[in-house]
């Protein structure tokens, strides 16, 4: 059976964190624009999974031109699973952002964390200018990377790429099939 966990919720009415099965209140939270990832709902809770959601203050400025790392996370995997899906906040003025491209990637800079072991895919890409939810100062975008580990531990992770200006308020992470 599929679960989701609530990652943002615009009407500020479910708390992040809450897992729905597949019933009538996941269509019903969609359907009034809550973002959610998939999880794998019997993995046992620690403090990095099955889910995640890194606050950044005010905001890290994301790289304008350039693709770089843009705000950094850590996450539990269990071993054999396959997938890890994200969600991230961008915050921006009035406007939509109109040029912008992130995705999930291992983060080699987080010692003593091993990097993810992350094989990219176009599921993993998004742009700012498709994005799953947007307000009038937000854009979420998310996506969804194979990450195959052989044992259980924590792994890093990091945004990487670029979108002008504009700030990364979070980012969520959650393991799924």
């Not at 624009?33 to 905001?59: C, E, N």
């Not at 054999?80 to 952002?97: F, K, Q, T, Y």
């Not at 100062?137 to 531990?153: F, H, K, M, P, R």
């Amino acid at each position: 059976m599929i679960h989701e966990v609530v990652v943002f919720d615009p009407e500020g009415i479910l708390p992040d964190g809450r897992v729905f099965q597949q019933d009538e209140r996941l269509f019903e939270a969609r359907r009034r624009g809550v973002v959610m990832l998939p999880v794998i709902p019997k993995q046992g809770p620690t403090s990095l999974g099955p889910f995640t959601k890194t606050f950044y203050g005010d905001g890290l400025p994301v790289s304008p031109i350039v693709p770089s790392y843009n705000g950094r996370a850590a996450l539990w995997l269990e071993r054999g699973r396959s997938s890890v899906a994200w969600a991230a906040m961008l915050r921006h003025g009035p406007e939509l952002c109109q040029d912008g491209l992130l995705r999930l990637v291992g983060d080699p800079s987080q010692p003593p964390l091993t990097s993810a072991p992350v094989t990219d895919g176009a599921g993993n890409r998004s742009s700012v200018t498709k994005p799953t939810a947007h307000g009038s100062t937000w854009t979420i975008l998310t996506g969804l990377v194979n990450c195959s580990t052989a044992a259980g531990a924590v792994f890093a992770f990091a945004l990487h790429g670029y979108a002008r200006d504009t700030r990364l308020a979070w980012l969520a992470l959650s393991q799924t099939e």
